[in-house]
């Protein structure tokens, strides 16, 4: 039995209804998020799928886009939704990973900075060894405060910069697939 889950946060229909979707490069996210599911699923690990749900518009369950992007072929060992940007805040997630023996969760998903970010801090925080699998997160453009907008790879750097070392070893796919033991060994 495998000691690691891969988490697939957010990967749902919801966002292909936002203006943004086709502007950012998402065919080379959903190719990288499969790869990630498949080898993840070669080597027993367990799938946890996660949905974000939301009281109105696009991420309400009535809207019907509250579910699985259509192209991502996964067969989850756990799936529900959530209401906050973790995945651990009022979900099953913890209990499932205490049960199974889950040491090590793999972080992807989309939005990058938001629920995939916020997830990663708070499963550190709990006492999880975290991979963070940047290549396999998606996100947007995003204009902050002051008018300047960032770049989906500012925002993917970002990310990056913060959780590597503090709450996350930030990795490749490869590197993921690999495991900790066999990376450090690199």
């Given at each position: ?26 065919d ?61 805040v ?10 199974n ?32 699998v ?53």
């Amino acid at each position: 039995m495998s000691d690691t889950a891969l988490l697939v946060i957010d990967a749902q229909e919801s966002f292909r209804q936002r203006a943004n979707w086709h502007e950012t490069d998402s065919d080379t996210y959903l190719q990288k998020q499969q790869a990630l599911i498949d080898g993840a699923k070669a080597r027993g690990w367990k799938i946890v799928r996660v949905l974000h749900a939301e009281p109105e518009g696009i991420f309400s369950v009535p809207s019907g886009f509250v579910r699985p992007i259509s192209e991502l072929q996964c067969e989850p060992d756990l799936e529900f939704i959530k209401q906050r940007h973790s995945a651990f805040v009022g979900s099953p997630l913890e209990v499932f990973l205490v049960q199974n023996g889950i040491r090590r969760l793999v972080v992807s998903g989309i939005r990058t900075e938001q629920c995939c970010e916020t997830t990663t801090r708070h499963g550190s925080d709990l006492g999880w060894q975290v991979d963070y699998v940047t290549e396999a997160t998606h996100t947007f453009p995003l204009t902050d405060a002051t008018g300047h907008t960032w770049t989906v790879e500012e925002i993917k750097a970002r990310s990056a910069a913060v959780l590597d070392g503090r709450f996350a070893r930030v990795c490749t796919i490869a590197e993921a697939l690999a495991g900790r033991a066999q990376a450090a060994a690199a």
